[in-house]
C-alpha cells in the first residue's frame, strides 16, 4: 500500500540554528500534503497545505517565515524550522494526499518527527 | 466553521468490555466522516471511514455509523483488546475542501 516516509523520526538542536524534516510519498505522487503539529496530549493542528510547484497556504496564527515548506517535487515536501526555540519543541506529522483515492482523502501519514530544542 | 468534538479521555477499561468513543461534529453540507488511531511514537492510521449519512465504517471491529440526524459518528467496538491501547481521532473532510479537521483526540487504555 502507499506509504508516507518521514525524516528524521527525532532531532535535537540548539536554540537558533534550523532544522529541516523531509516527507515523502513512496510509492504515489502527491500534490498536496499537508503539515500538522501536535503538543503533548494534543490534537493536531493544521499548519499548512502544501502544493507542488507553488507556495504553501498557511494556517492562521502560523508564520510562514519561521516555518518553511517546499514542495519542489511530487513526491517530496520539507518543512524547515528556522532559528528554532525551546517552545518550537513538538511532534510534526506530514500527510499526503494519495490522488487516485476515490474521495481524495488525505488517509495517508508519516511516523511524525519530534522535535526537542534545547 | 466545521468542527469535532470527541468525548473527553482518558477511557481506561479492562480487556473484552464494550467500547464507546462519543464525536459529533459541525459542518455545512455532506463532509465525510473518518476515525484514526495513533499507537505511541508513531504518526496516525486511518481505522474507519464513512462519506455519507447512514454509511457505517468498519475495520478490525470497530464501526461508526454517520447519522446525519444526531451529527455523531461515534466508535465502537464490542470487545476491546490491550492492543487497542493507543489515542483515537475523530475527524471530518468539508464537501469539496481537502484538508482534515481533528478532534481533540481520546487516549484509551486496555489493562489485562
Known amino acids: 500500500g502507499a506509504v508516507v516516509s518521514q525524516h528524521p523520526s527525532r532531532v535535537i538542536c540548539k536554540s537558533g540554528t534550523s532544522v529541516k524534516i523531509e516527507c515523502r510519498s513512496l510509492d504515489f505522487q502527491a500534490t498536496t500534503m499537508f503539515w500538522y503539529r501536535q503538543f503533548p496530549k494534543q490534537s493536531l493542528m493544521l499548519m499548512a497545505t502544501?502544493?507542488?510547484?507553488?507556495?504553501?497556504?498557511?494556517e492562521q496564527g502560523v508564520e510562514k517565515d519561521k516555518f518553511l515548506i517546499n514542495h519542489a517535487s511530487l513526491t517530496l515536501s520539507t518543512l524547515t524550522v528556522t532559528s528554532a526555540h525551546p517552545e518550537d519543541s513538538s511532534f510534526y506529522i506530514c500527510?499526503?494526499?494519495?490522488?487516485?483515492?476515490?474521495?481524495?482523502?488525505?488517509?495517508?501519514f508519516g511516523n511524525g518527527t519530534r522535535l526537542t530544542v534545547t | 466553521g466545521n468542527s469535532v468534538t470527541q468525548m473527553e479521555g482518558p477511557v481506561t477499561l479492562s480487556e473484552e468490555a464494550f467500547l464507546t468513543i462519543n464525536c459529533t461534529y459541525t459542518a455545512t453540507g455532506y463532509p465525510s466522516l473518518f476515525w484514526y488511531v495513533q499507537y505511541p511514537g508513531e504518526g496516525l492510521q486511518l481505522l474507519l471511514k464513512?462519506?455519507?449519512?447512514?454509511d457505517k465504517g468498519s475495520n478490525k471491529g470497530f464501526e461508526a455509523t454517520y447519522r446525519k440526524e444526531t451529527t455523531s459518528f461515534h466508535l465502537e467496538k464490542g470487545s476491546v483488546q490491550v492492543s487497542d491501547s493507543a489515542v483515537y481521532f475523530c475527524a471530518l473532510r468539508g464537501q469539496g475542501a481537502q484538508k482534515l479537521v481533528f478532534g481533540q483526540g481520546t487516549r484509551l487504555t486496555i489493562n489485562p
Open positions: 500527510s499526503a494526499e494519495h490522488p487516485g483515492t476515490e474521495d481524495y482523502s488525505p488517509l495517508h
Open positions: 502544501s502544493n507542488e510547484g507553488s507556495k504553501a497556504t498557511y
Open positions: 464513512a462519506t455519507k449519512a447512514d
